[in-house]
């Protein structure tokens, strides 16, 4: 991974083999963000994306190998119980223009992955919504 601030906001460029996750992480403590949105797009081979049941309150994943398009990555970075945390969506075209996508759990990259990564000034942690069940955002 390799990147650049200007100001609030780091444009970044994740490399072949890299997992979009970790690369975020170690990019989120290295500049010390606790609240910024995130959006992207790029190529994978390797991804997981999971589909929320309320009525289970867990995530079913789904993964999907082959050669695949990033049409879209959004998402927040935060914080919850003051320590890093974040959340991002994805969807992926094939080669036949059909689309999947839902939270991201984990993906490699194929060829390269280029993020937005907009930082606001300010904190929101999450905390965990044993009703939802899952870590919402909570303001104090």
């Not at 999971?50 to 993964?63: A, C, I, L, R």
């Not at 974040?86 to 993906?107: I, P, Q």
């Amino acid at each position: 991974m390799d990147y650049k601030r200007i100001g609030n906001t780091i444009i970044a460029r994740i490399d072949r083999g890299e997992e979009i996750h970790e690369q975020v992480k170690n990019l989120a403590l290295k500049e010390n963000i606790k609240l910024a949105s995130v959006q992207g797009l790029g190529a994978t081979n390797n991804f997981t994306v999971g589909v929320f049941s309320p009525k289970d309150k867990k995530y079913y994943p789904n993964t999907f190998t082959g050669d695949f398009e990033i049409v879209s990555i959004i998402g927040t970075i935060n914080t919850m119980d003051g320590e890093y945390y974040c959340h991002l969506h994805m969807s992926c075209g094939n080669d036949k223009g059909e689309v999947f996508g839902g939270h991201l759990n984990e993906a490699t990259i194929s060829v390269t992955c280029e993020l937005v990564i907009n930082v606001i000034d300010g904190i929101v942690d999450r905390e965990f919504s044993d009703e939802i069940g899952i870590n919402l955002y909570k303001f104090d």
